[in-house]
């Protein structure tokens, strides 16, 4: 009967930990996926901004140094965005996934190393790592990539804004003709 309640004990101690580590995964793959999805908002905002003060700057309505001031801002905000969302929010669920791993070991006396190591290496646990490697790159990307255009639109905007102009003409008239 005491070796029943052992086994009984074991099994139960596993169950929970096995839960345990489905749901810290589960948390840090909902952090990975809402990190992606603030860091695709931002990107939206960041873009609409840049381009609104490319068509002001193209219809003169803002002069080329404040164009090419707020495109700079805009850039650094990117890149501060980034490094502060991937040393907050995917570093954060990174480091809960990392400490699920660690606290395992608090269960050594109920379960075998084998358990324990089945337990980190779920699938739920690795599909979760490659979701926060996938949300870093693309937090990452997304800042780079909104950064560097900026950068260079405001470059554009310093060497002569003919051709946006031109460009911006084009689609605005390109617009009308739809509507």
């Not at 009967?1 to 995964?25: C, D, N, P, Y």
Request: net charge positive; proline share 1%; aromatic share 4%.
């Amino acid at each position: 009967m005491a070796k029943q309640g052992v086994i009984s004990e074991a099994l139960a101690t596993r169950r929970a930990a096995r839960q345990a580590a489905f749901s810290v995964a589960t948390d840090a793959a909902k952090a990975a996926r809402e990190a992606s999805a603030k860091a695709v908002e931002r990107v939206v905002v960041q873009l609409a901004a840049a381009g609104g003060v490319l068509i002001a700057n193209a219809k003169d309505l803002v002069s080329p140094p404040i164009s090419v001031t707020v495109l700079l801002v805009v850039a650094m905000i990117a890149i501060v965005t980034w490094r502060s969302s991937s040393r907050r929010d995917v570093a954060l669920a990174e480091q809960t996934l990392v400490a699920m791993g660690e606290d395992l070991n608090e269960y050594r006396e109920a379960l075998s190393l084998e358990d324990i190591d089945a337990i980190r290496n779920m699938q739920t646990v690795s599909i979760t790592r490659s979701y926060l490697l996938r949300a870093r790159s693309v937090v990452g990307c997304l800042a780079v990539g909104v950064a560097a255009s900026c950068i260079l639109a405001a470059v554009y905007v310093i060497l002569g804004n003919e051709r946006l102009r031109v460009f911006v003409g084009f689609l605005f008239g390109a617009i009308e003709k739809i509507l």
